[in-house]
């Protein structure tokens, strides 16, 4: 089974620090993603990549930035992180894009709270 | 913005067949239907997904009316684990098309 895994389950971080949330898939997928899920608000894209070094903003990129210097590693950064980055961030990948068979597979998230 | 219509809640019995229904009626001829879902406190697993054929799998069915506007997930014989938010999306295999979840529906399985 594809395993994509997220570094951290729970994670506290103060205003201002810079955050890394780092996500290692084992498929040799070609597509990652980065999603935060909110309440009322579903899952949200922020970045996603296509390639090793390649990165494409989704629909909320703003205090974000992304890197991904490896296939298999995604990592998303918080330059200073804010009180309203508090959420579940969900990392994804999939094999290959714009095939049939292209489907998500997710981490199990990261609940980030920013104090 | 989501392109899908679904239910926000549902019930059903355990045991019984859960169906669940999903709008999407200015779909294009190269969106495919998608279901996933998310089970409290993980990340979204994928069920299935079809074009305009009928589809199944080991998870559930998939059936699109003949017009393509809606479609409806069939879970046969539903359990207490398939308590869960289940999500339709539509989507296209291009470049820079990426999967855009809604609110989806909260389906509770009851015992």
């Known amino acids: 089974d594809v395993k994509v895994t997220q570094s951290s389950r729970y994670l506290v971080k103060r205003t201002g620090e810079k955050v890394f949330l780092e996500c290692v898939q084992d498929?040799?997928?070609?597509?990652m993603f980065w999603y935060r899920q909110d309440p009322g608000l579903g899952l949200r894209l922020i970045y996603f990549?296509?390639?090793?070094?390649?990165?494409e903003k989704g629909d909320i990129p703003e205090g974000y930035s992304v890197s991904r210097e490896k296939k298999e590693r995604f990592s998303l950064i918080l330059e200073s992180a804010s009180t309203n980055q508090t959420s579940m961030y969900l990392c994804?990948?999939?094999?290959?894009?714009?095939?049939?068979?292209?489907?998500?597979?997710f981490g199990s998230g990261t609940q980030l709270s920013v104090l | 913005d989501a392109k899908t219509t679904q239910p926000p809640s549902m019930d059903c019995a355990e045991g019984r067949a859960a169906n669940l229904p999903c709008n999407h009626s200015t779909i294009s001829g190269n969106e495919y239907v998608y279901w996933y879902r998310q089970i409290h406190s993980q990340g979204p697993q994928y069920i299935i997904h079809g074009l305009k054929n009928n589809e199944t799998n080991e998870m559930a069915s998939l059936i699109i009316t003949e017009d393509r506007k809606s479609s409806t997930l069939i879970l046969p014989h539903a359990t207490l684990r398939d308590t869960a938010v289940y999500y339709c999306i539509v989507r296209a295999y291009i470049y820079g098309q990426n999967f855009v979840f809604g609110p989806g529906t909260r389906l509770s399985v009851l015992p």
């Open positions: 994804a990948s999939s094999p290959s894009r714009g095939a049939s068979n292209e489907k998500l597979f």
């Open positions: 498929m040799d997928h070609e597509n």
């Open positions: 990549s296509y390639d090793v070094k390649m990165k």
